[in-house]
């Protein structure tokens, strides 16, 4: 069968791409964490601990942008070739992990604040949806194009097609539990990271590639 013109026998290029929005995405969230101001008879030391939040939010979002870029490399080996539109639902993936420092840093602001909490926790869950969502609509554009590698277990892309929309699921419950309890939404989004922590699923193969 002719390869499509578009179509791309590396993905060297469009890695090295991502790698750089990963790298940004993930140094801004450091820049979000400011150097505190002791007030009135506050030590320095309470201070800092006084940044908890920003702490809290700076880890999860730095790991769970950590582990998206782990598995992106993975992820691409996955696909024989690329074209235009796969191209583009990852420009579209890379846009959702750039807006990531954005709720955390809401996050980080009004964690610590009862009459805010609910909202800074649900937008937070919503921004941690995005990429999961991009992620399974780059999956499923690539699968629907029949882009995936030659010989590819059966089996396994069944798995990883529900292990994604399972995540996506998640996240979706994450926004609306904390509707209802802050704590909950947060506690559910961190699950998702945690589990992802784990090993990774090797691929398997039915056939030898060429």
Request: net charge negative; hydrophobic share 50%.
């Amino acid at each position: 069968m002719a390869e499509d013109p578009e179509a791309h026998s590396s993905t060297h290029r469009v890695e090295a791409f991502s790698d750089g929005v990963f790298a940004i995405a993930i140094t801004l969230l450091i820049i979000e964490i400011a150097v505190p101001h002791v007030e009135g008879d506050q030590s320095l030391g309470e201070a800092i601990s006084d940044l908890w939040p920003s702490y809290f939010a700076y880890a999860l979002s730095f790991i769970t942008i950590g582990i998206y870029w782990a598995n992106h490399h993975s992820f691409f080996q996955l696909f024989r070739r690329l074209d235009h539109f796969f191209l583009m639902f990852n420009v579209l993936f890379l846009m959702c992990i750039s807006f990531l420092p954005f709720p955390t840093a809401v996050l980080a602001d009004y964690l610590d604040n009862s009459d805010q909490r609910g909202d800074a926790v649900t937008f937070y869950c919503f921004g941690l949806l995005l990429p999961a969502t991009a992620w399974l609509a780059l999956w499923t554009y690539g699968r629907w194009r029949d882009l995936l590698a030659d010989g590819l277990d059966p089996a396994y892309v069944r798995f990883a097609t529900w292990q994604y929309i399972g995540s996506s699921g998640v996240y979706i419950l994450a926004v609306v539990a904390s509707l209802i309890n802050p704590w909950a939404g947060i506690a559910m989004a961190a699950s998702i990271t945690g589990a992802y922590l784990l090993p990774p699923r090797e691929p398997k193969y039915i056939e030898h590639q060429h």
